[in-house]
């Protein structure tokens, strides 16, 4: 079997930025996420912002933690709520019960890219800080709403308890 390694890519023009996740996204893309949530925050001019998840083949739930982190990052400084672009029915699946459509427009028709795509630079994490950002990830799924939040929280306790000891030692 060939894993399809996930991939982050993105485009910023004429005040549209757009992030596309190719492959299987998983927590090892985290920190890449966290970064671009960070940056995008604080890009001047930011009109739309648009993720496109038309070739991931899997975005696992610390991975929709960074995207719901993305959402709220630019929450008030755009005037639409961001598009997710998805046509694979399982993503869209998930989007709908993990509640994504109360913070994103979700949408499937295909759209063209207006500019091209550039590859992001994984950013490199170790296991600690790699740990705090799925426990980070989650308790943002579980603040989205109550299916979540039961789904997730013996993860989150358990990070939590593990949180607990590393800083007991």
């Known amino acids: 079997m ?3 390694e996930g991939r982050v890519k993105a485009a910023f023009d004429s005040g549209v930025f757009v992030l596309k996740l190719c492959g299987d996204v998983r927590l090892t893309l985290c920190a890449t996420l966290d970064n671009q949530a960070e940056q995008l925050s604080e890009t001047p001019g930011l009109k739309a912002l648009i993720i496109d998840l038309r070739e991931a083949t899997n975005v696992d739930s610390t991975a929709l933690g960074f995207l719901a982190k993305v959402a709220m990052a630019v929450r008030g400084k755009i005037e639409h ?3 997710i672009v998805a046509d694979n029915p399982d993503v869209q699946r998930m989007l709908e019960v993990m509640g994504f459509a109360q913070f994103f427009t979700l949408v ?3 759209f063209t890219e207006a500019c091209q795509l550039c590859d992001l630079p994984e950013v490199p994490a170790d296991m600690e800080q790699t740990r705090r950002r799925i426990l980070e990830a989650h ?3 579980m603040r989205m709403n109550e299916h979540n939040r039961e789904e997730f929280q013996p993860l989150v306790a358990m990070l939590e308890a593990q949180e ?3 800083q007991g030692h």
């Open 164 to 166: 607990a000891a590393s």
């Open 81 to 83: 709520k961001p598009t």
């Open 139 to 141: 308790r943002i799924l």
């Open 2 to 4: 060939i894993i399809d």
């Open 108 to 110: 499937e028709a295909p």
